[in-house]
């Protein structure tokens, strides 16, 4: 039996008091889905910029009543440190999701991003200290590596910063250590790496790359890709990170304050097999898409070209192993954003 089958079983038997915020956006909401199906008392926060309340509807939904009685909501902003404050009360374990992503978004509008993740991260870590809590886990990134171009990555070794969103998230993990080495707090960051999975939004600007692509091959649109199609990502199916952040809040390892963990896939696709792993599964729902092919424009400012983790350290001090691949992960996604995306 797996370390995460182990836990699942133990946290079924014995009800905890969780909050998760940024819980009515894509990661967060599969983080509450997980924790009410197996019988935890949650507390969502989201200030619904760009977190959806149909999402946290739908799951709501399929859940059973006793289940949905174990529910609370706040709507509120994690830049004010009152509701902070509120929304850790009482809380064994923090799941922080909140705050505003995007390397483009971040080149646009760097003070916002400034705002929602080093202000929003530090308003958390201080509240939940204040309120007691076990444990914070926190969303970093893999754009903290930056400029290092070692693959794979690990987590000792960074680069240079290439934006304010990451710049944003390496002073979130600045003061992770300084709170574990000052106030002697419980915080954990996790660096993603380009998570993926149903209900992640394909509108605006912003969207990440998959829903932004499968979005358009629906609706018969140019797909872009940034670069030649060579540039790589270690795609990580969302089932891998809710994984990770309950194993990382409850694990019973010692000295864990302040550390962080690349929580990926440990493999690489490049956009080019990418675009054909989507399109030949799109074709069967729609025989058109089997000749589509993408358009290619500049490389993106801030971007990086290849990108891969090392998830060794996050296997031995928490026992995560990812149970998805790519092609496991979008056997499973695909079928929501085929049903749930607008035509």
């Given at each position: 039996?797996?370390?995460?089958?182990?836990?699942?079983?133990?946290?079924?038997?014995?009800?905890?008091?969780?909050l998760?915020?940024?819980?009515?956006?894509?990661?967060?909401?599969?983080?509450v889905?997980?924790?009410?199906?197996?019988?935890?008392?949650?507390?969502a926060?989201?200030?619904?910029?760009?977190?959806?309340?149909?999402n946290?509807?739908?799951?709501?939904?399929?859940?059973?009543?006793?289940?949905?009685?174990?529910?609370?909501f706040?709507?509120?902003?994690?830049?004010?440190?009152?509701?902070?404050?509120r929304?850790?009360?009482?809380?064994?374990y923090?799941?922080?999701?909140a705050?505003?992503?995007?390397?483009?978004?971040?080149?646009?509008?760097?003070a916002d991003?400034?705002?929602?993740?080093?202000?929003?991260?530090?308003?958390m870590?201080?509240?939940?200290?204040?309120?007691?809590?076990?444990?914070?886990?926190?969303a970093?990134?893999?754009?903290?590596?930056?400029?290092?171009?070692?693959?794979?990555?690990?987590?000792?070794?960074?680069?240079?910063?290439?934006?304010?969103?990451?710049?944003s998230?390496?002073?979130?993990?600045?003061?992770?250590k300084?709170?574990?080495?000052?106030?002697?707090?419980?915080?954990?960051?996790?660096?993603?790496?380009?998570?993926?999975?149903?209900?992640?939004?394909?509108?605006?600007?912003?969207?990440?790359?998959?829903?932004?692509?499968?979005?358009?091959?629906?609706?018969?649109?140019?797909?872009?890709?940034?670069?030649?199609?060579?540039?790589?990502?270690?795609?990580?199916?969302?089932?891998?990170?809710?994984?990770?952040?309950?194993?990382?809040a409850?694990?019973?390892?010692?000295?864990?304050?302040?550390?962080?963990?690349?929580?990926?896939?440990?493999?690489?696709t490049?956009?080019?097999?990418?675009?054909?792993?989507?399109?030949?599964?799109?074709?069967?729902?729609?025989?058109?898409?089997?000749?589509?092919?993408?358009?290619?424009?500049d490389?993106r400012?801030?971007?990086?070209?290849?990108?891969?983790?090392?998830?060794?350290?996050?296997r031995?001090?928490?026992?995560?192993?990812?149970?998805?691949?790519?092609?496991?992960?979008?056997?499973?996604?695909?079928?929501?954003?085929?049903?749930?995306?607008?035509?």
């Amino acid at each position: 039996m797996s370390a995460y089958d182990t836990l699942r079983e133990k946290l079924r038997s014995k009800p905890e008091d969780w909050l998760v915020t940024g819980a009515a956006g894509f990661i967060g909401s599969h983080l509450v889905e997980t924790l009410l199906s197996l019988g935890q008392r949650v507390r969502a926060l989201d200030n619904l910029q760009t977190g959806k309340r149909g999402n946290i509807d739908a799951v709501i939904a399929g859940m059973a009543a006793e289940n949905r009685a174990r529910f609370e909501f706040i709507e509120g902003d994690i830049r004010d440190g009152d509701t902070c404050q509120r929304a850790c009360s009482g809380v064994r374990y923090v799941l922080h999701q909140a705050g505003l992503g995007s390397v483009p978004r971040s080149l646009a509008h760097p003070a916002d991003t400034h705002a929602a993740n080093v202000t929003g991260t530090l308003n958390m870590l201080i509240a939940a200290r204040d309120k007691g809590a076990a444990r914070l886990v926190y969303a970093s990134s893999s754009s903290v590596y930056g400029d290092d171009e070692h693959l794979p990555k690990v987590e000792h070794r960074t680069g240079q910063p290439l934006s304010p969103y990451a710049v944003s998230k390496t002073m979130c993990e600045a003061y992770s250590k300084i709170f574990a080495r000052c106030f002697d707090f419980q915080s954990i960051g996790l660096r993603y790496f380009n998570v993926f999975g149903p209900r992640q939004d394909p509108d605006g600007p912003y969207a990440a790359v998959m829903p932004k692509w499968i979005d358009a091959m629906r609706k018969h649109q140019p797909v872009f890709i940034n670069g030649d199609g060579s540039t790589s990502r270690d795609f990580c199916y969302v089932a891998n990170v809710v994984q990770a952040n309950l194993l990382a809040a409850t694990s019973p390892t010692q000295g864990l304050g302040g550390r962080v963990f690349n929580i990926a896939r440990g493999d690489r696709t490049d956009l080019k097999e990418l675009f054909h792993a989507i399109r030949d599964g799109l074709a069967g729902r729609d025989a058109a898409l089997k000749s589509v092919e993408p358009v290619y424009q500049d490389f993106r400012a801030g971007d990086i070209k290849h990108s891969l983790a090392d998830i060794s350290a996050a296997r031995e001090a928490l026992g995560y192993e990812p149970t998805h691949d790519v092609k496991q992960g979008l056997d499973e996604a695909l079928d929501w954003y085929w049903d749930n995306l607008q035509a």
